[in-house]
């Protein structure tokens, strides 16, 4: 059963800690986001990529870091520059990298501050 | 860089009563995409629309692409407690962009 599973489902972090939030995913999609949502706000994009061993920053990665060594998996790391990093975060994928194709979505990680 | 404004915010209605959200760029859009996220859920895509004045239909939904494609709405006849949730549109530009702009969503709130 293909899909994309992200883990944990929740997640606290102390102040300066860094946290990393897994994304993987079993569609053979070439491209996957990761996106932050808070209440009212919809889905902002903190970084994509578009095929392995390459991504771009969305428009707020500021705080955020990335890999994509597989293309299987996308992880997430909040560091401790990022200073309200209370939310949820969504990971999503598509079969191809440009915004005409349907994205698929994970559970979400929920972040919370200790 | 592109923006999406989605009215209204939040949405209560009857059930049985008929609903729209609408989508708004300040730019000629490629293609926009509607997602619905379940509460506690995750976003789930709907549909996509491409041509100009396109018209879909799923069940009671029906989904609209304006003639200059910049914008765009949903319209749910006959709501059902089924429908809560929160509607997203997501827009793509795509000039030189590779990535979908959310709107905020219209919140869906369905009152037995």
């Known amino acids: 059963d293909g899909g994309i599973t992200q883990s944990p489902k929740y997640l606290f972090r102390k102040e300066g800690q860094n946290v990393t939030l897994s994304c993987e995913q079993n569609?053979?999609?070439?491209?996957m986001y990761w996106y932050r949502q808070d209440p009212g706000q919809g889905l902002r994009l903190i970084y994509y990529?578009?095929?392995?061993?390459?991504?771009q920053k969305g428009d707020i990665a500021e705080g955020y870091s990335v890999s994509r060594e597989k293309k299987e998996s996308f992880p997430l790391t909040v560091t401790s520059a990022q200073k309200n990093p209370t939310a949820f975060y969504l990971c999503a994928s598509s079969i191809g990298g440009r915004g005409n194709q349907p994205q698929h979505f994970g559970d979400g990680t929920r972040l919370s501050i200790l | 860089g592109q923006q999406v404004m989605q009215i209204p915010q939040y949405q209560h209605v009857q059930e049985g009563e008929d609903f729209t959200t609408y989508c708004n760029s300040s730019?000629?859009?490629?293609?926009i995409q509607w997602y619905k996220q379940r509460p506690g859920g995750h976003p789930v895509f709907l549909i996509q629309l491409v041509k100009s004045g396109e018209v879909k239909k799923q069940k009671r939904l029906t989904f609209q692409f304006g003639e200059a494609k910049k914008n765009s709405s949903l319209h749910i006849t006959a709501t059902q407690t089924t429908d809560v949730g929160t509607y997203f549109c997501a827009a793509f530009s795509g000039a030189g962009s590779y990535q979908l702009t959310f709107g905020k969503g219209t919140k869906l709130s369905v009152i037995p």
């Open positions: 569609l053979n999609h070439d491209a």
């Open positions: 990529s578009q095929i392995v061993n390459d991504f």
């Open positions: 730019t000629t859009l490629s293609n």
